[in-house]
């Protein structure tokens, strides 16, 4: 048997029509992946900004609720910046997340990429001991917290990470790698001479380049050899309507993450609704 008849398939990612998420089948599970909730957002402009702007935590969680009712996955994967706050969960913020995880089907397997907002998230989704779980009105026991630079589900058909660090040697070694903490977003003109923005994927292969003269990546195949293919890359757009994000259509944007734009030479910009808009630096 040759070593490609041994390879796993590779994962399927297909976005949700017209919502900031997508399914990606792993074997035999299927996945919803979402990144950037920012749960507690409008609490963190008012004491970050004095801004006061109000909550929209029911529109958000029933909108997720509505995709995982539709969709109905064996798991989410929050690709990082579940929450607001770089800290500890204020108030609001860890109500909101409380009040989201009791609405959660029993069912449903969490997995949380901790993003650089995500600050002690882990100490009350997943509790060391059983009288602070026992105080919490969800199985602490569905719920995973895995480390920013990411992890590869399945046998290394997908890498999910945040984004805001570079990704774990493991992640690079999948077929496809999802992020988030971009934010990525596009905006639109019309003839007129009005504008508005409208949140994006961003979808290629991944340019070697920026990777090759880091030690931790000694190894890769694709790195090593040019005959190679490359992992697929799918940013994913922030499921936040609120918190903005890199314009990827405009000149002289800086990007968040520390491989971007130059990992993704070949990328393009697609709208929620599957509008095609070409290259993401043309668009």
């Not at 026992?134 to 990470?161: K, W």
């Not at 971007?260 to 630096?281: N, S």
Request: net charge negative; hydrophobic share 40%; glycine share 10%.
């Amino acid at each position: 048997m040759s070593e490609e008849s041994r390879r796993p398939a590779a994962a399927r990612v297909e976005p949700v029509p017209d919502e900031p998420a997508a399914i990606a089948t792993v074997g035999t599970e299927r996945a919803l992946l979402v990144a950037d909730y920012h749960a507690g957002y409008e609490a963190g402009l008012r004491y970050e900004r004095g801004v006061d702007v109000p909550s929209k935590a029911p529109e958000r969680r029933e909108r997720l609720l509505d995709v995982l009712e539709d969709s109905d996955p064996d798991r989410l994967v929050v690709l990082g910046d579940l929450m607001h706050s770089i800290g500890d969960p204020g108030g609001a913020e860890r109500g909101e997340l409380e009040v989201l995880f009791e609405a959660f089907p029993p069912t449903l397997a969490v997995t949380v990429v901790k993003g650089n907002h995500d600050g002690g998230i882990e100490s009350w989704l997943t509790p060391e001991t059983p009288g602070e779980a026992a105080a919490l009105e969800f199985d602490t026991d569905t719920v995973t917290v895995v480390p920013g630079n990411g992890i590869a589900l399945g046998d290394r058909a997908l890498g999910v990470c945040h984004g805001h660090t570079w990704p774990a040697p493991a992640a690079l070694e999948c077929d496809v790698l999802c992020l988030g903490h971009e934010h990525p977003c596009v905006r639109l003109e019309d003839e007129v001479g009005g504008s508005r923005v409208e949140r994006a994927w961003l979808r290629g292969r991944l340019d070697p380049t920026p990777f090759r003269d880091r030690t931790e990546y000694e190894g890769l195949p694709w790195l090593a050899d040019s005959d190679v293919t490359p992992p697929r890359v799918v940013v994913v757009p922030a499921f936040n309507d609120l918190v903005g994000g890199t314009w990827v259509n405009l000149a002289n944007q800086s990007f968040l993450s520390p491989f971007l734009p130059a990992g993704l030479a070949d990328g393009e910009a697609y709208l929620l609704d599957g509008t095609r808009l070409g290259a993401y630096q043309l668009v």
